[in-house]
């Protein structure tokens, strides 16, 4: 199987997603090439075929034009799968590509498996096995679920790319800031974060009592901020802040992969759940079954 890899580039920068992609395909056990709308100057250590197409020419990002470019790509390698990383670049460009090969689309894999290809299903809470019924198909894996491990290494043999085509309806005009945040998670050394298992709005502050005990800040899963629990400001995950304390506590969180890809570095995990099943307890150094609501006040009484 010959896999064609999708690299992001965003102002000037090549993203870590890279490598992501990267350890999908040693997963798939797959021949990789890669295809990158980018510059000289930032390319993936990578010992392999890269598809190169200059990013001051074809622009950051335009759908019309870049899906040319990754289709050539595509052809040339003669891949019998295109990956994407399933970021706001890889949801929208995606589509593009398949419905252009005729290929069948499988989005948001977390695993691989002998029949296919894992998917979250049920709000996170199960997975499900797919597999497209095309001979050839697009991929997009979900942001995270896919470790890196060690430092990349290598040099890309490049393929320069050119398409004639450079007609668009759409045009990029940039990069529009993030609405700024009441607290910046990204520079907590400690994150004590409120699940759905506290059971309601009205419980949240026994959590946050925890994180003031503890010297850090509040955080919170995506359910409990559609809730109206707490403010988006808090959310950790892959729709919310990528963060990297000293110390995280997980508080009646089951540990959906797009949590789970926002907090995964933390140097020390401690997770509390009532389900000893629970997927958080795959990546804690700790974990507590138990109660939340009536362990983490005993918890707090004591370290004050």
């Excluded at 009441?182 to 409120?194: G, H, K, M, N, P």
């Excluded at 509390?272 to 939340?292: Q, R, S, T």
Aim: hydrophobic letters at 45%.
């Amino acid at each position: 199987m010959k896999a064609l890899l999708v690299c992001e580039y965003r102002e000037g920068k090549l993203l870590d997603s890279t490598y992501e992609l990267l350890a999908f395909a040693e997963r798939l056990g797959a021949e990789r090439a890669m295809v990158l709308i980018g510059s000289d100057s930032a390319l993936p250590a990578f010992d392999g075929t890269l598809y190169l197409a200059d990013a001051a020419k074809y622009g950051e990002y335009n759908p019309d034009v870049h899906k040319r470019i990754v289709l050539d790509a595509a052809q040339r390698e003669n891949a019998d799968c295109v990956v994407f990383v399933h970021s706001s670049y890889g949801w929208d460009l995606a589509p593009r590509v398949a419905a252009a090969l005729r290929a069948g689309q499988v989005s948001e894999i977390v695993g691989v498996t002998d029949g296919g290809f894992e998917v979250g299903c049920c709000n996170a809470k199960m997975r499900r096995t797919v597999a497209q019924k095309t001979a050839k198909a697009v991929l997009t894996i979900q942001a995270g679920a896919f470790g890196v491990t060690g430092t990349p290494v290598g040099a890309p043999r490049v393929e320069r790319l050119d398409v004639a085509d450079t007609s668009s309806a759409v045009e990029f005009m940039g990069y529009e800031p993030a609405e700024k945040k009441d607290v910046d998670l990204t520079r907590a050394e400690v994150i004590v974060s409120a699940g759905r298992g506290v059971g309601k709005k009205e419980n949240v502050p026994v959590i946050e009592a925890l994180a003031k005990a503890l010297g850090g800040e509040l955080g919170a899963s995506r359910p409990v901020v559609d809730a109206g629990w707490v403010e988006h400001s808090h959310q950790v995950g892959t729709t919310g802040q990528s963060v990297s304390p000293r110390l995280y506590v997980a508080c009646g969180i089951s540990g959906a992969i797009q949590h789970l890809a926002g907090m995964k570095k933390s140097d020390f995990i401690v997770a509390i759940n009532k389900d000893k099943d629970a997927p958080i307890g795959e990546v804690a150094d700790v974990l507590v079954v138990a109660d939340v609501m009536q362990f983490v006040p005993a918890f707090t009484a004591k370290l004050q």
